[in-house]
């Protein structure tokens, strides 16, 4: 049965930050185990630089992702590059499985980050996701996430301003 037809409708436009989540079908966590984590992790990454995104914040739970990032001018469309994403990394997380054929991604969300205060936000609720989820008490120790590395390398003052943007009143679909 395939779900496709009740997916939302997706734009791209280059140059614009995008903040994207990303589900498993029937909120399955196939990526439970770290090392399925540790391995979407990478691939999400690698496949955000290689096809032209510059990534600003991520988040890799066992059965969804968030990420912020920018398409640079150039880059690869949102849609097929997730496309993608997701058939090379269902086709290895059922090979790891041994459940090939698995039906393991449901659909992605994106918006189009348009204002300071909503791109702060994100970033914020991105980095901190795995706190959200119970997780972590402290979102640098979870090590599939930005946080740390957002900790260690933003300017001082830019940490400050996107650890003190509220995150309550943003519209997240985060259910899982």
């Known amino acids: 049965m395939s779900l496709w037809h009740h997916a939302p409708p997706h734009h791209f436009e280059a140059g614009r930050v995008y903040f994207v989540t990303a589900g498993t079908l029937y909120k399955k966590h196939h990526f439970s185990p770290d090392d399925h984590r540790a391995y979407l992790e990478e691939r999400l990454l690698c496949t955000l630089e290689r096809q032209g995104w ?17 398409a640079r001018e150039g880059a690869k469309v949102l849609g097929q590059m997730l496309r993608d994403l997701h058939s090379e990394t269902a086709r290895e997380i059922n090979r790891r499985d041994n459940a090939v054929g698995r039906e393991v991604w449901f659909q992605f969300w994106e918006t189009p980050l348009t204002y300071e205060k909503s791109w702060l936000a994100r970033l914020n609720y991105v980095n901190q996701n795995a706190v959200h989820h119970g997780l972590v008490p402290e979102a640098t120790q979870y090590p599939h996430c ?13 940490y400050r301003a996107v650890t003190m943007t509220k995150t309550d009143r943003i519209n997240v679909k985060d259910d899982f």
């Open 146 to 158: 930005s946080a740390a590395w957002f900790e260690r390398e933003a300017e001082p003052g830019f």
């Open 54 to 70: 510059t990534v600003q914040a991520w988040a890799v739970l066992s059965n969804h992702y968030h990420f912020v990032s920018e």
